[in-house]
């Protein structure tokens, strides 16, 4: 073992006392396994406003109206014949989705966050409003209209 | 006995074998927390993109191209995880600057050093040292402070640099993390008591 080897060895053993992953980070990486073995099909993001590249489907509003669109952030997935849109509001730690799915079928209407799911009240036109979100990766359920369930991908808001 | 190698694992839980995820988390969730510090974001953040990259696992384990070179597919996504949460921060924190200067700022703003929790005073000199370094060497000498210790392809990934760099400039870090205790040697700084 050369000097560098060595001293790189007395860092790694400093930063596995101050500075290792804590347990609740390895039992979360354990517990994701249950999430797999999904049915039906993934929706995928198709937009962030948080790209930096302006040629996404955001970049009119980001351009549009610069008050506005600072501190704004949309989403969207597409997949399975379904749409999501919605957009992520932060106040005082906690997180809200306001939001709408298209082309969507069924009353069951799932967001998955902190490793629980909860039902989202949708309208008519399947717009909805979650409260109360913790911060961390979420995902929507939903089924398409020939019923086959539609998931999206995580994300970590 | 001889550990499976993470081809062997990534198969086995393809076909949904819950002990070799759990051999897959043990063997990386070290690296992607490593990474996740070394780019400076705070714990809650990094517990948020160290778990939302085992998900993606999860959601892509059947599409994984190269189930050898799971480790370097890993760091890409607990790098572009971290770039999100980053650029979430940036705007709900009006004044946080965007692009790469944004991330030598970002990267002050991570939990202090826990000095605490290091009895020995040679260890905290050095931990202090590492502190003082510039944030191109802080972010790699974190990487690779993983354990067990990354391979230059996972740093490489890690870190969208080429892996021909990792070496020279790790070098260059440790000489000046040399010097920089030396210094703090010679003006006699303790850590403890040093009033």
């Known amino acids: 073992m050369d000097n560098d080897d060595a001293l790189l060895a007395d860092l790694r053993r400093i930063a596995a006392t101050v500075d290792g992953p804590p347990d609740a980070v390895l039992a979360a990486a354990r517990a994701a396994f249950l999430t797999r073995d999904l049915d039906g099909e993934l929706a995928l993001l198709v937009a962030d406003s948080r790209t930096t590249d302006d040629t996404g489907a955001y970049a009119a509003i980001r351009a549009g109206t610069d008050q506005d669109a600072q501190g704004r952030w949309m989403l969207s997935f597409e997949g399975g014949g379904v749409q999501v849109d919605m957009e992520v509001e932060e106040r005082a730690g906690r997180v809200r989705l306001i939001g709408q799915f298209s082309g969507a079928s069924g009353d069951e209407y799932l967001l998955e966050s902190g490793g629980r799911q909860r039902r989202i009240e949708v309208d008519d036109l399947g717009r909805f409003i979650v409260d109360d979100i913790e911060h961390g990766p979420i995902r929507l359920r939903c089924h398409a209209v020939d019923g086959a369930p539609i998931t999206t991908v995580w994300v970590t808001i | ?195």
Do not use: K
């Open chain 2, 1 to 195: 006995m001889e550990f499976p190698g993470t081809a062997e694992l990534v198969a086995r839980v393809r076909s949904g074998d819950a002990a070799a995820w759990e051999a897959l988390t043990d063997r990386f969730t070290n690296l992607l927390w490593s990474i996740a510090r070394g780019l400076g974001l705070g714990e809650a953040d990094a517990a948020d993109a160290v778990q939302t990259t085992w998900l993606r696992l999860v959601e892509n384990v059947h599409a994984i191209r190269e189930p050898d070179r799971l480790g370097g597919w890993l760091a890409t996504s607990v790098r572009r995880e971290c770039y999100d949460i980053l650029r979430r921060s940036a705007r709900t924190q009006p004044g946080a600057p965007d692009g790469p200067e944004g991330w030598e700022g970002i990267a002050d703003r991570a939990d202090p050093l826990d000095f605490a929790l290091l009895r020995d005073e040679r260890d905290a000199a050095l931990w202090n040292a590492v502190g003082t370094l510039r944030p191109a060497c802080r972010r790699l000498l974190r990487i690779l402070m993983a354990d067990p210790p990354p391979s230059y392809a996972e740093v490489a990934a890690a870190l969208d640099i080429p892996i021909g760099s990792i070496g020279p400039t790790r070098s260059r870090c440790l000489d000046c993390l040399r010097h920089r205790l030396a210094e703090q040697e010679a003006a006699g700084q303790t850590i403890f008591g040093g009033e």
